[in-house]
């Protein structure tokens, strides 16, 4: 099923609404027309479900159920996303923790700026650490050398953003398309054409639903999944760790 704005073609999509074409003398001015296709993915889905339920005439036991099984994947699948983000933003936490003031202040006596300040005016000075536990220090310092260049990490991190862009962009086409996709008018009386393949209009409620389960059930999920995985693969210090984990955050 597809959505559309207003037009003369229900077997075509939505355009802004207001973009037509030069129309012949005495007719109504034409509005070009775009298709916009929904995705297999669990929310559009639903969406598919939900407009097939309110534009069926006489509801039968089948849209019902046909309703029920797509709200419950939809939920289901909202729930499994959210679970994960959690699990990796649990990870990244404990990666991140050795890593806090208060940890450095019980291991080496100072914060982790302090200790960083004290590298550098040793390497630049050209002497050695003279502070308690500086060997510890040293050894901390070793561990982060698993990645020789800080390149890798930038090149990772551009593929996973890459990849979470086309969420991005999904999101705001749905935006769009609901925005602009025409509202119920005595022409378009009904939500779907005669052939039930092209949704055509759609009332506000219907729109307002559409925009909770789709676009912004998907942007609740992107945005602190994009920014788990940052912090999740800016925190590893083996190259092999950081391609790894890279590839199965885009899965």
Known sequence: MTAMAPGDDARSSYTPIGRSTDPEEGAAPKVEEERFDLMADTYEFCALRLTEFCSANEKQTVHYLHLLHATT?????LFIQGSIVFVVWGASNDLERPWSDEVWEQSFGMTLKSAGEELLDAIRSGSKLDFDNSAKLLQKCD???GISTDLIYYIMIFIWLTNQMKEFKRVRDWWKMLWEVSPMTL???TIVDTEKKVV????IWLKVV???VVPFAKFVVFVP???VGFKFLALQTVAFAVVMKAVALQL
């Open 73 to 77: 994947l939809w939920a289901l699948n």
């Open 143 to 145: 561990e982060q050398t």
């Open 187 to 189: 022409e378009r009386t």
């Open 200 to 203: 055509q209009a759609m009332p």
């Open 210 to 212: 559409l925009f909770i």
């Open 225 to 227: 999944t994009t920014f």
